[in-house]
């Protein structure tokens, strides 16, 4: 869907028939809140509704929506005592997906261990308890987020030499040709780059923002409600 079309949807879901109450919404405005409404639709994708305990992998539907966002990297860094830190996340890093860690070994040359996301509050009682702590007869440990850093722990019993990372990036923000920014700098026609059926979710949760903000009660419980039904 190009990006002009996405600035009329917004207008439209906010406008009475045969109406032209919200004609005069700024293209920044439509730009700002497609880009957050966006974002909000991509973290419960990805995070799933905790009451469904569904995630971003729950359904075929699921991992076709969000899949655009899933990028790989590797990651070099420095070994420690007990752990492995990788060098900074990438800018455009929204959460992780997985970590593989490739492990240095004598006999065996390059090993690929397992990796499990935990809390670093609990670390020392992982590193204590034996059917938690990082097991490198079984290839298996455990990684935690620090500093827009990945920790990967080793017990100092195994040297890591670099971490594949497959993680979901941020959304691109959408934006219209014409339509300046804040800083003064001119802009440029990007589309949206989630799938049409997608797209008028997002513009349906747009318009919602939008309308509370304008104080417009029933646009809002009508859009609020479609965008609701289509999550």
């Known amino acids: 869907m190009q990006a002009s ?3 009329l949807k917004i207008k ?3 406008n009475k028939i045969d ?3 919200y004609d005069n919404i700024e293209c920044w405005q439509a730009r700002e809140v497609y880009n957050k409404a966006q974002l909000e639709w991509s973290r419960r994708r990805i995070e799933g509704i ?3 305990q569904e ?3 729950e359904t075929k539907d699921v991992i076709d929506d969000i899949q655009v966002l899933l990028k790989p990297l590797t990651l070099k ?3 420690h005592p007990e752990y492995f830190e990788t060098e900074l996340l990438p800018k455009d890093f929204f959460t992780i997906k997985r970590v593989t860690p490739l492990v240095i070994s004598e006999n065996c040359g390059e090993l690929t261990f397992s990796s499990k ?3 670093e509050e609990n670390v020392n009682d992982y590193l204590a308890d034996y059917a938690m702590q990082p097991a490198p007869e079984l290839q298996e440990t455990f990684h935690t987020l620090m500093g827009n850093r990945i920790r990967v722990y080793t017990n100092g019993e195994f040297k890591i030499d670099k971490i594949h990372l497959i993680y979901y990036r941020y959304p691109k923000d959408l934006d219209f040709v014409g339509c300046e920014h804040i800083d003064g700098s001119d802009s440029f026609e990007v589309d949206p780059e989630f799938k049409n059926d997608v797209v008028e979710l997002i ?3 747009a318009a919602s923002i939008l309308a509370g903000d304008i104080e417009s009660a029933n646009q809002l419980q009508i859009t609020k409600a479609r965008s609701n039904t289509n999550t």
Request: charged content about 40%; hydrophobic content about 30%.
């Open 5 to 7: 079309l996405v600035l």
């Open 12 to 14: 439209q879901r906010l």
């Open 19 to 21: 109406s032209s109450d």
């Open 50 to 52: 905790n009451q469904l």
């Open 55 to 57: 995630g971003d992998e």
């Open 77 to 79: 860094g420095k070994n």
């Open 117 to 119: 996301l935990r809390e």
């Open 203 to 205: 513009i349906d949760e």
